[in-house]
């Protein structure tokens, strides 16, 4: 488990991370030595299994933190990831404190949660089960996700539930909850990013957010966002060969 990441992550130091959609353990191993702070591993969107999961997170090693976007808001989910062994996980459509509750309890081990205990990579498969019981708790990631009108609407109920590492903003889905999908610079969308950091900074709680290029983050990183996502691995590759394209065609 990735504690100095943990505690980046609470003193709110700035945190630059890529989204890893492609069921690739190479891809992901050079996106970890390109000078990323973490990843954001995505299973929502994408067709990654946690068998992908698992071999993505051992090409990047344990050093590496990842973080990894679970599917749907599910115990099973919530239990096969983190015995994946990531740094913590993304729970998407967190929208009202009851949500937010459920992803804490089912994310941690009893006294403060209901996660069961079993033979997995997190703890070594068994070698160092114990010591890992005793610590997840403390050092897991749990990042509910706040992507749509009804959840910034709760925000100042969430924020008072102790045990959340965070805070993660999906600008794009907020955008289409309030009939503006994928206007993310529309200042209605932005007046929203911007009140959804207030509350939390109120509250002590860091932020984190997603952008597709470091133009679009640029405004979220002076708002205070320190937990940031910029592009996709698809988009780099994309870009990277039309920008190779044009130059030559010129």
Known sequence: MNE????????????????????SPEIAELLSQAGFDWLF???????????DVQRILQAVG???PCLVRIPVLDEAWIKKVLESGPAGI?????????????????????PEGTRSAGISRAQDYGLNLQDYMIKAN???VIL?????????????????I?????????????????????????????GLVQKVH???SKAGVVTGIFGMDAEAVKSYIDIGYSLVAVGTDTSYLAKSAQDTLRSLRK
């Open 138 to 140: 403390q050092t897991l």
């Open 198 to 200: 207030a509350i939390c």
């Open 4 to 23: 100095s990441f943990r505690n980046r992550l609470r003193n709110g130091d700035l945190l630059l991370g890529a989204i890893l959609t492609l069921p």
């Open 162 to 190: 102790p045990g959340l590492s965070a805070i993660f903003v999906g600008p794009y889905d907020l955008s289409g909850s309030i009939g503006k999908l994928g206007r993310v610079s529309d200042p209605e969308i932005q």
């Open 144 to 160: 509910p996700q706040v992507e749509h009108i009804e959840a910034v609407e709760n925000l100042e109920s969430f924020v008072k």
């Open 41 to 51: 591993v995505d299973m929502e969107h994408t067709s990654l299994d946690v068998k």
């Open 90 to 110: 993304l729970v998407p459509h967190v929208n009202t404190p009851e949500d937010a509750e459920k992803v804490l309890r089912w994310s941690k081990y009893p």
């Open 62 to 64: 344990k050093e590496f």
